[in-house]
């Protein structure tokens, strides 16, 4: 299927047949503008600012002291063992673009920033370079600028099995990134309609993996249901993707010359929903959608995330046309969100990412509506800190 750009893909595409290798290069520049273009909204609301911290002002620590590292727990597959992935910090760049000149660029300075500062890093769909070798370069880039550091496949729901070992090796991946994006394929021009094979396309692309599998949404939410499916097939990982971040439903419906699919603004769940309605079953959890600075990034993870994924802000940093100084840019912008990240974890009393799920947080808003709605336990997230006091 489909996808790019945080929320997240630039684009799978759909079979050759249907559409061309010149058109679906087109709409992956095409999706890299639109995107851009909602970078002007960062400063808007989303539910991130629907989140709040109860303040304790005696509970601080000393920041030296914080440790950002975290560790992404993975099950067994039918090709890998039971593990755990140590990352250095707590957020990522994640699944973005590939398969143009242009998006080659933009990969490669990703790839440098992310090989220079130990971040972690997730490609956009390799699908048009399964389907055409010449789109290979845009992706093979990522790996070849970092050979040592921990990179992310993407593949799109519904591509055959096979492709999931072709599309680990192009990269020499870590992992395998398989998005889902119902909501997208819904409003795309070129889309499709039918979703009736989605969960067993995971579990079958899961199972030819070589590598630890993440099921991500690309912008609209994974709910309590979705989880429990993913659990139940023996996913182990889950990016919860959600909405408030690049919003590929005003992407694909500002492609389209009525604008038919303005009805559904607003579709799916943000990521701080997703993840205060995970299930206790749920996978490891990872998220993203809408996050703009590091104190959503503190937010994500103390809501239940182990990690987060940001790809907008990380664009925005690079710049359109991949231009060189792009890498440059971004290494100053993830070196100030780690010194960012490490004081809010310092001002919260928090020495690790497991001690943030400790922190007293109150609602507001459609967040809190949502949650109440939902059968979430306000007043027990409200006075979390009270249950490790002794």
Request: aromatic share 6%; proline share 4%; charged share 20%.
């Given at each position: 299927?489909?996808?790019d750009?945080?929320?997240?893909?630039?684009?799978?595409?759909l079979?050759?047949?249907?559409e061309?290798?010149?058109s679906?290069?087109?709409?992956?520049?095409?999706?890299?503008?639109?995107?851009l273009?909602?970078?002007?909204?960062?400063?808007?609301?989303n539910?991130?600012?629907?989140?709040?911290?109860?303040?304790?002002?005696?509970?601080?620590?000393d920041?030296?002291?914080?440790?950002?590292?975290?560790?992404?727990?993975?099950?067994?597959?039918?090709?890998?063992?039971?593990?755990?992935?140590?990352?250095?910090t707590?957020?990522?760049?994640?699944?973005?673009?590939?398969g143009?000149?242009?998006?080659?660029?933009?990969n490669?300075?990703l790839?440098?920033?992310?090989?220079?500062?130990?971040?972690p890093?997730?490609?956009?769909?390799?699908?048009?370079a399964?389907?055409?070798?010449?789109?290979a370069?845009?992706?093979?880039?990522?790996?070849?600028?970092?050979?040592?550091?921990?990179v992310?496949?993407?593949?799109?729901?519904?591509?055959?099995?096979?492709?999931?070992?072709?599309?680990?090796?192009?990269?020499?991946a870590?992992?395998?990134?398989?998005h889902?994006?119902?909501?997208?394929?819904?409003?795309?021009?070129?889309?499709?309609?039918?979703?009736s094979?989605?969960?067993?396309?995971?579990?079958?692309?899961?199972?030819?993996?070589?590598?630890?599998?993440?099921?991500?949404?690309?912008?609209?939410?994974?709910?309590?249901?979705?989880?429990?499916?993913?659990?139940?097939?023996?996913?182990g990982?889950?990016?919860?993707?959600?909405r408030?971040?690049?919003?590929?439903?005003?992407?694909?419906?500002?492609?389209?010359?009525?604008?038919?699919?303005?009805?559904?603004?607003?579709f799916?769940q943000?990521?701080?929903?997703?993840?205060?309605?995970?299930p206790?079953?749920a996978?490891?959890?990872?998220?993203?959608?809408?996050?703009?600075?590091p104190?959503?990034?503190v937010?994500?993870?103390?809501?239940?995330?182990?990690?987060v994924?940001?790809?907008?802000?990380?664009?925005?940093?690079?710049?359109?046309?991949?231009?060189?100084?792009?890498a440059?840019?971004?290494?100053?912008?993830?070196?100030?969100?780690?010194?960012?990240?490490?004081?809010?974890?310092?001002?919260?009393?928090?020495v690790?990412?497991d001690?943030?799920?400790?922190?007293?947080v109150?609602?507001?808003?459609?967040?809190?509506?949502?949650?109440?709605?939902?059968?979430?336990n306000?007043?027990a997230?409200?006075?979390?800190?009270?249950?490790?006091r002794p």
């Amino acid at each position: 299927m489909h996808s790019d750009l945080e929320s997240d893909q630039v684009s799978a595409a759909l079979p050759p047949a249907l559409e061309t290798d010149g058109s679906r290069a087109a709409r992956k520049d095409e999706h890299v503008d639109l995107a851009l273009g909602q970078q002007g909204d960062g400063a808007a609301h989303n539910e991130f600012d629907d989140l709040d911290f109860v303040h304790q002002a005696l509970d601080g620590v000393d920041a030296e002291r914080v440790d950002l590292g975290v560790g992404i727990a993975f099950g067994a597959g039918p090709q890998h063992a039971a593990g755990e992935w140590h990352w250095e910090t707590p957020f990522y760049v994640n699944g973005m673009t590939g398969g143009t000149d242009r998006t080659t660029r933009i990969n490669r300075e990703l790839a440098i920033a992310a090989r220079e500062t130990g971040l972690p890093m997730a490609s956009g769909s390799v699908s048009v370079a399964l389907d055409d070798p010449d789109a290979a370069r845009g992706f093979a880039v990522i790996r070849a600028e970092n050979p040592d550091g921990f990179v992310m496949a993407n593949l799109g729901v519904g591509r055959p099995a096979s492709d999931a070992p072709r599309a680990v090796e192009l990269l020499g991946a870590n992992a395998l990134q398989i998005h889902v994006n119902a909501v997208q394929e819904t409003a795309m021009p070129e889309g499709s309609r039918d979703f009736s094979s989605w969960i067993s396309s995971v579990e079958q692309l899961a199972a030819a993996s070589p590598v630890p599998v993440v099921v991500k949404e690309v912008g609209f939410g994974l709910s309590r249901s979705a989880l429990r499916h993913l659990s139940d097939i023996g996913v182990g990982i889950a990016d919860v993707g959600g909405r408030g971040g690049t919003d590929f439903l005003r992407i694909e419906n500002a492609r389209r010359s009525a604008g038919e699919y303005a009805m559904l603004a607003g579709f799916g769940q943000s990521a701080l929903a997703s993840l205060l309605d995970a299930p206790r079953n749920a996978p490891t959890l990872l998220a993203s959608g809408g996050v703009r600075t590091p104190f959503d990034v503190v937010k994500a993870l103390a809501a239940g995330a182990q990690a987060v994924g940001v790809a907008g802000a990380f664009l925005a940093a690079i710049g359109s046309d991949g231009a060189s100084g792009g890498a440059e840019r971004l290494i100053a912008l993830v070196d100030d969100w780690k010194l960012r990240t490490r004081a809010v974890y310092a001002l919260l009393g928090a020495v690790t990412r497991d001690d943030l799920l400790a922190t007293d947080v109150i609602l507001r808003g459609r967040l809190r509506e949502f949650c109440a709605d939902r059968g979430v336990n306000l007043s027990a997230l409200a006075l979390r800190s009270e249950a490790r006091r002794p």
